[in-house]
């Protein structure tokens, strides 16, 4: 009984060594990582370091203030607002769109019927499961900026470029999401809709989908707050927006333009991260 409580009550050296041994390596990777990219963190405390940062802060200060220039700022935020919109809008169309084709045949209500189909159905669905799957990693593989670097090419500068590189993109990374989703709903819904004789998409978006509904959309609005942030880089390669302008004050070393477009950034970013918030707690409450 003695040994019995002694290992009831003394935990197994091995995890202890097992939690120094990952923290041990974590350390090791991270020397490794700083050593390999060459940084230089207490460069940016020296005296010299302090000092330049300090002498280029103070060329921010005044913000731009003129009118004219308000005016591209305002215009240049009210773009970058509706690439945010408009991308995510793609996203969630084309991962819809192919989320069908690339959900498991468990979760389309196959079961004993697609054990018993033809060779040539089994071969087709696997193929656009395949296919379906292999376009959502592609899309999101490719960062967004690349994205707005091939359509800046495609269709020219501009907004458009933006909100198509946004569109494939996000359509990658939340046709995963709502896949994942989708995966942890309840089979019930799905059977029953197929034994009653509906087809399988049908018993899919009307037996899985609703099940899922309300998560999709949070999964939505948080996209929608990550690509405000996106938008405005995505300018700086030539995809419009509030980046854009400031890539130009940057290349003009224009330090009191960008001083003003950096304010309206945090201020759009912000402003959507709480509208975002306040829809999920709504809708939270909602279902």
């Known amino acids: 009984m003695t040994g019995?409580?002694?290992?009831?009550?003394?935990?197994?050296?091995?995890?202890?060594?097992?939690?120094?041994?990952?923290?041990?390596?974590?350390?090791?990777?991270?020397?490794?990582?700083f050593s390999v990219a060459g940084w230089e963190i207490l460069a940016v405390f020296t005296r010299e370091?302090?000092?330049?940062?300090?002498?280029?802060?103070?060329?921010?200060?005044?913000?731009?203030?003129?009118?004219?220039?308000?005016?591209?700022?305002?215009?240049?935020?009210?773009?970058?607002?509706?690439?945010?919109?408009?991308?995510?809008?793609?996203?969630?169309?084309?991962?819809?769109?192919?989320?069908?084709?690339?959900?498991?045949?468990?979760?389309?209500?196959?079961?004993?019927e697609w054990e018993a189909a033809a060779p040539h159905q089994k071969t087709l669905r696997r193929a656009l499961f395949i296919a379906s799957r292999a376009a959502l990693n592609l899309f999101r593989t490719i960062p967004e900026i690349v994205w707005a670097i091939f359509f800046v090419f495609a269709v020219g500068l501009g907004t458009f470029a933006g909100t198509l590189a946004l569109g494939i993109h996000n359509a990658g990374v939340m046709g995963k999401l709502y896949a994942e989703t989708l995966e942890n709903t309840r089979r019930g819904a799905v059977e029953a809709l197929r034994a009653g004789g509906a087809t399988r998409f049908t018993a899919f978006a009307y037996g899985a989908v609703p099940q899922a509904s309300s998560q999709l959309i949070v999964y939505?609005?948080?996209?929608?707050?990550?690509?405000?942030?996106?938008?405005?880089?995505?300018?700086?390669?030539?995809?419009?927006?509030?980046?854009?302008?400031?890539?130009?004050?940057?290349?003009?070393?224009?330090?009191?333009?960008?001083a003003t477009l950096t304010i309206a950034t945090?201020?759009?970013?912000?402003?959507?991260?709480?509208?975002?918030?306040?829809?999920?707690?709504?809708?939270?409450a909602r279902f």
């Open 49 to 112: 370091g302090v000092a330049q940062f300090g002498s280029y802060l103070k060329n921010f200060w005044p913000p731009a203030t003129d009118a004219a220039f308000l005016s591209v700022v305002a215009q240049a935020v009210l773009e970058t607002l509706a690439i945010s919109i408009g991308g995510t809008a793609i996203a969630s169309v084309i991962a819809m769109g192919l989320l069908y084709f690339a959900s498991s045949e468990d979760l389309i209500g196959g079961g004993g």
């Open 4 to 33: 019995s409580l002694s290992d009831d009550r003394i935990p197994p050296r091995s995890n202890a060594w097992d939690k120094w041994g990952w923290l041990a390596a974590m350390g090791a990777f991270l020397a490794w990582s």
């Open 266 to 284: 945090f201020i759009l970013v912000n402003g959507v991260d709480l509208l975002s918030g306040y829809l999920r707690r709504r809708l939270d």
């Open 220 to 258: 939505t609005l948080y996209r929608w707050e990550v690509n405000i942030r996106a938008a405005a880089i995505l300018g700086f390669v030539g995809a419009g927006g509030i980046g854009q302008q400031m890539y130009i004050s940057i290349s003009l070393f224009l330090d009191s333009r960008l």
